[in-house]
Structure formats: structure tokens, C-alpha cells
């Protein structure tokens, strides 16, 4: 089973950017890899995921041209470019990988330590 590891995590002021990696344990195939994220009291939700071989990306729309999903395929490593950050973006981010897209955070089982971003107003 390929372990993931979340980085790169930090406290930011609204309109900073930060970019945050995900690291693979193995090489990948056909998988989706996709970040999550938990604010404070809130549900796990949807960020944006990609299909590490043919490199399709989708994004929640809260977060839709202000983030960016890029991968390194010699590196094993997927990366969560985020500008334009927002106090609303605050919350523990986490990558996944499984065999077919979901949006639906229940429907996965194994999940990292996650990477905590704070953004200050």
C-alpha cells in the first residue's frame, strides 16, 4: 500500500500563497490523488484531484483559479500550488490516493497526518 506524506504546511497572511507536496512512498500508476481539507469544526471537503497518468485535474469551486495541481512524476510528488489565500482557506490538508475519483471524504479510508495552513486576515 503506497504511503503518502503531507508538507509545507504554515501560518500566511490573506493574499500569500503557499505551496504544499505530497509525497509518495512508491511510484504510482492509474490512481487519483486528491487534497482534502478540514477547517475547524467543519466537515472534511473536496479540494481539487488529479489523475496521476493522464494528468486531468479537478477543482471544487471554492477554490477554482486561485489553486493549482502539479505533479512530479520522477519525484513520486503531487503539489497543491495555492495563491491568493484566504482566511476561509484555514484548515488541515490532506492527499489521498484511491482508484476512482470521489468528492464524498466518507468514502475513504486511509488518510495521512495531514498539513495544517492557517491564513491571517
Known amino acids: 500500500q503506497v504511503r503518502l506524506v503531507e508538507s509545507g504546511g504554515g501560518l500566511v497572511q490573506a493574499g500569500d500563497s503557499l505551496r504544499l507536496s505530497c509525497a509518495a512512498s512508491?511510484?504510482?500508476?492509474?490512481?487519483?490523488l486528491s487534497w482534502f481539507r478540514q477547517a475547524p469544526g467543519k466537515e472534511r471537503e473536496f479540494v481539487a484531484a488529479?489523475?496521476?497518468?493522464?494528468?486531468?485535474?479537478v477543482y471544487a469551486d471554492s477554490v477554482k483559479g486561485r489553486f493549482t495541481i502539479v505533479r512530479d512524476l520522477a519525484k513520486n510528488t503531487m503539489y497543491l500550488q495555492m495563491n491568493g489565500l484566504e482566511p476561509e482557506d484555514t484548515a488541515v490538508y490532506y492527499c489521498?490516493?484511491?482508484?476512482?475519483?470521489?468528492?464524498?471524504?466518507?468514502?475513504?479510508?486511509?488518510w495521512g497526518q495531514g498539513t495544517r495552513v492557517t491564513v491571517s486576515s
Open positions: 489521498t490516493v484511491t482508484s476512482e475519483f470521489t468528492r464524498v471524504a466518507d468514502q475513504i479510508k486511509n
Open positions: 512508491r511510484a504510482l500508476g492509474p490512481f487519483v
Open positions: 488529479l489523475s496521476w497518468v493522464r494528468g486531468s485535474t
